[in-house]
C-alpha cells in the first residue's frame, strides 16, 4: 500500500494535498517525510513547467537541489535575456551545456544581423539624403547638415552661395533631357573639383544649386564664386559627338552669427531667401555674373534690405527667370 501511495504522489495528475498521509501509512517510519518531500518536489516541478521561476522550494536531498540550480539557470538566463532585448549583445552563457552552444550561436547570429540591418539602414538614410544624378545633398540632407553646423557655432563667418545654370531649359529642349543630365553632372562635377570636401553641396532643385562654405568669410567667397563661374564657361561638355558650352548665374551672401531670438532653421531659411534674391539678380542682369555680398545683421529676425552688387544690374527686376531658363 505505501508503493502504491508513493506511486500516486508521482503520477497523479491531480491530488488533494489536504487529505495526507492515510493513518494506516502514518506508522510506516519516515514515510510521512518521504511523502513530504515528494508533494514538495512535485509542487516544484509543477511550478518550473508553467514558467514560474519564484517558487521557493524548502525540500533538500539531490532532487530538490537539482531542481533548484536549474531553477537559479532559468532565472540568470531570463535576467540575460532581457539584457539581450535591450541591446546588450555581449553577454554568452556557459552553464546549460548544449544549450548554452545554441544559445551562443544565436545570440552571435542576432549580433551581426543587428550590425547589417543597421549598416543598411545607415546607407538607405544616407541616400535617402542625396541626389542621385550629382551625388549632392538634396534639399533635406542640406537643411539637415546646414542647421547641424550652425547649431555648432561652426557656421560663423561663413559663405553661402546659390548657382542657376543658364538657359537650361533649352538645352532640354534641343538636345533633350539625357543630354540635361550630362550638363547637371558635368556643371556639379566642376564645382565640387574646385571647392574643399567640407564644403555642403547641394542640388536644391532642378538645375538650382545651392553652397554653404563654413567658416569662408565672404572676402573669400566671393572670390571663389567668380572662380566657379568662370570654370564653368571655360567647359566643353561633349555629348553624342557634340561639344556644349554653358554659363551659370551665381549669387553670394555672407553668414554672420543667429539672430537673437530668432531658430536655427528660421535663420538657415532666411539665408536661402538672401542668396536666392542675389541670384535672381544674377538672372536678370544678363546671367553668367555674380551677384553679392549681403551680409546677414545680427540682431534683425529678417532680412528686407536689397543685396549689394559687383556689377550694376542691367534693367529692372522684372520677372523671375524660370528655373529652366
Known amino acids: 500500500m505505501a508503493i502504491e501511495h508513493i506511486d500516486r504522489l508521482l503520477n497523479a495528475p491531480t491530488l488533494n494535498e489536504e487529505d495526507g498521509l492515510p493513518e494506516e501509512l502514518s506508522r510506516i517510519a519516515r514515510l510521512e517525510d518521504v511523502h513530504k518531500l515528494i508533494l514538495g518536489i512535485r509542487k516544484m516541478v509543477q511550478s518550473l513547467s508553467s514558467g514560474n521561476l519564484d517558487y521557493i522550494c524548502k525540500e533538500r536531498g539531490f532532487i530538490a537541489g537539482s531542481l533548484k540550480a536549474f531553477q537559479s539557470n532559468l532565472r540568470h538566463l531570463t535576467w540575460q535575456a532581457g539584457r539581450i532585448a535591450s541591446g546588450e549583445y555581449n553577454h554568452r552563457i556557459n552553464f546549460m551545456g548544449e544549450f548554452s552552444v545554441a544559445f551562443n550561436k544565436m545570440i552571435e547570429q542576432l549580433d551581426k544581423t543587428i550590425n547589417s540591418l543597421t549598416s543598411l539602414s545607415e546607407q538607405y538614410k ?35 552661395i546659390m548657382a542657376d545654370i543658364d538657359h537650361f531649359k533649352q538645352i532640354n529642349d534641343s538636345h533633350g533631357h539625357l543630354c540635361g543630365d550630362e550638363v547637371l553632372k558635368a556643371f556639379s562635377g566642376r564645382l565640387k ?46 555629348f553624342e559627338g557634340q561639344s556644349l558650352k554653358i554659363t551659370a548665374s551665381f549669387g553670394v551672401i555672407g553668414v554672420e552669427e543667429i ?67
Open 193 to 238: 573639383s574646385l571647392l574643399r570636401s567640407q564644403e555642403l553641396c547641394c542640388r536644391y532643385g532642378g538645375e538650382e544649386f545651392i553652397i554653404f562654405m563654413p567658416t569662408t568669410p565672404i572676402e573669400t567667397g566671393m572670390p571663389i564664386a567668380n572662380r566657379l563661374r568662370a570654370a564653368v564657361e571655360a567647359m566643353n561638355i561633349n
Open 126 to 160: 544616407d541616400l535617402s539624403y542625396h541626389d542621385p544624378l550629382t551625388g549632392y545633398y538634396n534639399r533635406a540632407g542640406f537643411m539637415k547638415h546646414a542647421l547641424n553646423v550652425l547649431e555648432s557655432g561652426s557656421g560663423r563667418h561663413s559663405s553661402m
Open 259 to 325: 539672430p537673437e531670438g530668432v531658430s536655427t532653421e528660421d535663420f538657415l531659411i532666411s539665408c536661402i531667401g538672401l542668396v536666392d534674391a542675389n541670384l535672381y539678380e544674377a538672372k536678370n542682369s544678363g546671367r553668367n555674373r555674380v551677384i553679392g555680398p549681403s551680409v546677414i545683421p545680427q540682431r534683425h529676425s529678417s532680412v528686407s534690405s536689397p543685396a549689394a552688387k559687383d556689377e550694376p544690374a542691367e534693367g529692372g527686376r522684372g520677372r523671375r527667370a524660370s528655373p529652366r531658363e
